[in-house]
């Protein structure tokens, strides 16, 4: 069974909606950690258009799971991590007008800068994770920066708009997951999986862990947070 990692940035997303002081994310984390999530993901954006930096200085103190740092490679984005050391930093692309993380990072196309900022990362013993797509060409030169992780973006198959289409995409993501897991690389996964698509995901031999926000968030809105995670954790298991 993955562990599931519970992105927290739409609580803060609301938040921002009206500049106020609630929902809190942090109050978030805690029930997510008490309804049985494994872990607790935020992403520090450029823009802090949702989370800010109070939010990850208050949730390393409170998280007693996991605490995954999602961001970019930007220098006062990594000095920030280097300070806050989180469980895990999660390396992802960033565009200031996306809606939201739109494809995987470019390893093979940048991997001067990103094996810098892993070795900063893992230099101040925060573990590296980098979000790609499930592509065997970023994760080879994942590799060769030297992480131990992947995180296999699932956009293209959440998004497909036919049987066939999200059965072609499930079919790149468990090749991707067996090189990866081939040549040593532990393999998570996660974006735009929801309560309707994520069991193939979950079903995948060699995934360890699924980070879904948006999917869990949107349900807690009708049915509470507790129980959006809880049917999130039956569903994955």
């Known amino acids: 069974m993955p562990r599931l990692g519970v992105n927290i940035d739409h609580i803060a997303t609301l938040r921002e909606a009206r500049k106020g002081i609630e929902p809190e994310p942090v109050f978030a984390a805690l029930i997510c950690e008490a309804a049985g999530a494994d872990g607790i993901v935020a992403h520090l954006r450029e823009d802090r258009r949702h989370i800010k930096e109070r939010d990850v200085y208050i949730l390393r103190q409170v998280v007693r799971s996991k605490l995954n740092l999602e961001m970019s490679i930007a220098a006062d984005i990594l000095d920030i991590a280097c300070d806050v050391k989180p469980d895990q930093a999660t390396l992802v ?22 094996k810098s900022a892993v070795r900063k990362l893992e230099k101040n013993n925060i573990p590296v994770s980098l979000f790609i797509d499930p592509d065997k060409r970023q994760i080879s030169a994942a590799e060769k920066t030297g992480v131990r992780f992947i995180e296999l973006h699932t956009g293209r198959y959440a998004g497909a708009k036919t049987p066939g289409a999200q059965a072609l995409f499930l079919k790149e993501l468990i090749a991707a997951v067996k090189y990866a897991r081939g040549i040593g690389i532990a393999v998570f996964a996660g974006h735009g999986l929801n309560y309707h698509n994520v069991i193939p995901v979950a079903g995948i031999s060699g995934i360890e862990e699924l980070n879904i926000g948006h999917s869990i968030i949107s349900r807690a809105a009708l049915a509470g947070l507790e129980r959006a995670v809880k049917e999130m954790k039956a569903l994955i298991g």
């Open 93 to 114: 692309p960033e565009k200031r007008q996306e809606l939201t993380t739109e494809g995987g990072l470019d390893v093979a196309g940048n991997p001067s800068r990103i």
